[in-house]
């Protein structure tokens, strides 16, 4: 298994993915094609537009799975796949209507390389209960594609103590997301993105970028249930040995 995940697809002062652009065309090394999931998007032909300029110019062309006739047949056949970024409730309502969830799983356990990036990364996860987004649509479950056991939360921002805001912080919300839920979470600064490399014989997890907040140097920030959040950098492998346990049951009264 091949995953590349990114915190975001556009940064400031940069083109779309021109940020991690060294890192995405090393991952892509020998594609000459992606196939490009738009359904986080709304109007499809032009974000497909603009992730054609993003990679035409390097030797890669991009097909895209709404103008494909079976997008089923497309992922069987793709060299590669590129899962954009916008909503994430209407990114899984979208693969999960189409009945992709199954090949695209399927394909990226058995070596496909998967590119996602913000929402294209939360669906990485067992579940998208630890996204951003709002819940423009209803998929039929928050269930996604489980290519790692643990949450992933893209676009995280550090709590800003002297802001003008200090009420609810992402470190918050996920708190209360482990209330319910024994399973880790791997925050993504902005700037920064996951690789994960997955064999036989062995599985690894690198965290990396350069974060674009000025709160925090690290990449990345890892919450799990009675443990302090904790921040991390380069190799995180372990959590790939974590077994996800959703819904905790509440703790009865002691009488």
């Known amino acids: 298994m091949q995953l590349l995940l990114l915190a975001n697809c556009t940064s400031p002062g940069h083109g779309y993915l021109e940020h991690a652009l060294p890192e995405i065309l090393a991952f892509l090394h020998g594609v000459t094609e992606i196939t490009f999931v ?47 970024g916008g909503n994430t409730f209407r990114l899984l309502a979208g693969l999960q209507r189409l009945g992709l969830i199954p090949v695209i799983r399927a394909r ?8 996602g990036s913000s929402a294209g990364a939360t669906i990485t996860a067992p579940s998208i209960r630890t996204t951003n987004d709002m819940p423009i649509v209803q998929p039929e479950s928050f269930e996604a594609l489980g290519l790692v056991p643990f949450q992933i939360n893209p676009h995280y921002v550090d709590a800003d103590l ?39 014989a062995c599985a690894l997890a690198v965290v990396g970028g350069g974060p674009a907040g000025l709160l925090s140097t690290e990449p990345g920030i890892v919450f799990e249930r009675g443990r302090a959040p904790h921040n991390v950098a380069g190799d995180v492998s372990p959590l790939l040995v974590r077994r996800p346990r959703y819904d905790r049951p509440l703790a009865t009264a002691v009488s």
């Open 38 to 84: 738009p359904f986080a998007g709304g109007d499809h032909d032009a974000y497909t537009a603009t992730v054609r300029a993003a990679f035409e110019p390097h030797g890669i062309g991009v097909r895209s799975l709404h103008e494909a006739a079976d997008p089923v047949a497309a992922v069987a056949s793709a060299q590669a796949l590129f899962v954009g």
């Open 108 to 115: 990226v356990q058995n070596g496909l390389p998967y590119l």
């Open 162 to 200: 002297v802001g003008a805001h200090a009420g609810d912080s992402r470190e918050t919300r996920l708190t209360e997301f482990l209330d319910e839920n024994d399973v880790p979470v791997l925050g993504l600064r902005e700037g920064t993105h996951l690789s994960v490399t997955s064999t036989l």
